[in-house]
């Protein structure tokens, strides 16, 4: 199988009935063989899926899409690699747009929320050698057509939901993969990153707003997004100051 409308993300589209993690396969993939750039592994039945911070992705089978594509960004030094991040969640946030009118944003540092519930992770791994990327694996699970989720996920919500439509599957991969070359070509092209993460923090979920957020020891405080480092790390503003975070350091309440 392969899409139809990319140059070469998902002309090499490994399709499985079911697999316990796209990103998995990838990765071991990466181990065994070299696969051309652009190689995505799809399932309608991931059994496994992962999130960010090693949490699950609920997912009902065949009812949405779990696909990895992977990538090989050596142009990006490893210092600006958040870049590929930027890229790519900008991409599915596009993709989310075209499909629902309600106001989509990109949860740090890449989830999709579609008002104040998300509809799409993303879970980027990257392989570093001779301080290059060498290879990135890219997994997006996207909720499309599933209409009730676990207490485990009391914020999710499905391209179903927010549209009263139900979704063709492999019609979506095609724009999905469609999406991500067109902003990944961009970011080939791009040799400087800052108009990309202005408009990412033009995009970006509570960006400026007074919100709660936990830190790692459980306190809480009030503060806004006040920018992102090129690192990737959260830039906050509050009444101790200016404060930056990595992932495992914060959370959103």
Excluded at 24 to 52: D, M, N, W
Excluded at 104 to 119: E, L, M, S
Aim: proline letters at 4%; glycine letters at 6%.
């Amino acid at each position: 199988m392969h899409t139809k409308n990319t140059l070469f993300i998902g002309k090499v589209l490994l399709d499985f009935p079911e697999l316990e993690s796209t990103n998995l396969y990838a990765l071991e993939l990466l181990t065994k063989s070299k696969p051309i750039e652009g190689t995505v592994i799809s399932t309608f039945q991931q059994t496994q899926g992962r999130g960010q911070i090693g949490s699950s992705w609920e997912s009902e089978p065949h009812k949405n899409l779990s696909l990895s594509v992977i990538l090989h960004p050596v142009f990006l030094p490893l210092h600006e690699s958040f870049a590929l991040n930027l890229a790519i969640s900008l991409a599915v946030r596009d993709f989310i747009a075209k499909n629902v009118e309600k106001t989509t944003k990109v949860k740090w540092p890449n989830d999709i929320y579609v008002g104040n519930r998300k509809i799409c992770g993303i879970l980027i791994q990257n392989s570093i050698g001779n301080g290059l990327l060498q290879s990135s694996v890219v997994g997006i699970g996207v909720n499309v057509n599933q209409t009730s989720f676990s207490t485990n996920a009391p914020n999710a919500t499905s391209l179903t939901l927010e549209t009263a439509r139900t979704f063709p599957l492999y019609d979506l991969i095609d724009d999905l993969c469609l999406f991500v070359e067109q902003r990944y070509l961009n970011l080939k092209k791009t040799t400087s990153f800052e108009s990309l993460r202005q408009e990412y923090l033009q995009h970006l979920y509570r960006y400026g707003e007074e919100s709660s957020f936990r830190r790692a020891d459980g306190s809480v405080f009030q503060g806004s997004i006040n920018d992102i480092m090129p690192s990737g790390k959260l830039l906050i503003n509050s009444a101790f100051g200016e404060e930056t975070f990595s992932i495992k350091e914060i959370s959103f309440l």
